[in-house]
Nanobody, 121 residues
Framework: QVQLVESGGGLVQAGGSLTLSCAVSGSIFSIDAMGWYRQTPGNERELVATITSGSSANYADSVKGRFTISRDNAKNMAYLQMSSLEPEDTAVYYC???????????????WGQGTQVTVSS
């Protein structure tokens, strides 16, 4: 069994900063890519940022230069530092991880329960 738990969401004023954390636990041999996604009511979940096991990062155009994704492989953690937040960043943010539970097993995708980020104008 694998669990992803996000934390760090909350209410912040426009222009402010927040850092989200994602803790992965359970039956883990290795973690491939990790990512942050977000979703607003009535819309599909959209990619915010991803990071490979080698820490190569990719960002949605809307957050480039404002958000930074990172990971701590020793702690099975991922982070999303968000700055210059805008009301349009308001969403539920979800962590995703591609996890192998044993050496030659397939990578399976897992999701956290989400954390709400609200940016007031």
């Amino acid at each position: 069994q694998v669990q992803l738990v996000e934390s760090g969401g909350g209410l912040v004023q426009a222009g402010g900063s927040l850092t989200l954390s994602c803790a992965v636990s359970g039956s883990i041999f290795s973690i491939d890519a990790m990512g942050w996604y977000r979703q607003t009511p009535g819309n599909e979940r959209e990619l915010v940022a991803t990071i490979t096991s080698g820490s190569s990062a990719n960002y949605a155009d809307s957050v480039k230069g404002r958000f930074t994704i990172s990971r701590d492989n020793a702690k099975n953690m991922a982070y999303l530092q968000m700055s210059s937040l805008e009301p349009e960043d308001t969403a539920v943010y979800y962590c995703n991880a591609q996890i192998r539970s044993y050496r030659w097993g397939p990578a399976k995708g897992y999701w956290g329960q989400g954390t709400q980020v609200t940016v007031s104008s």
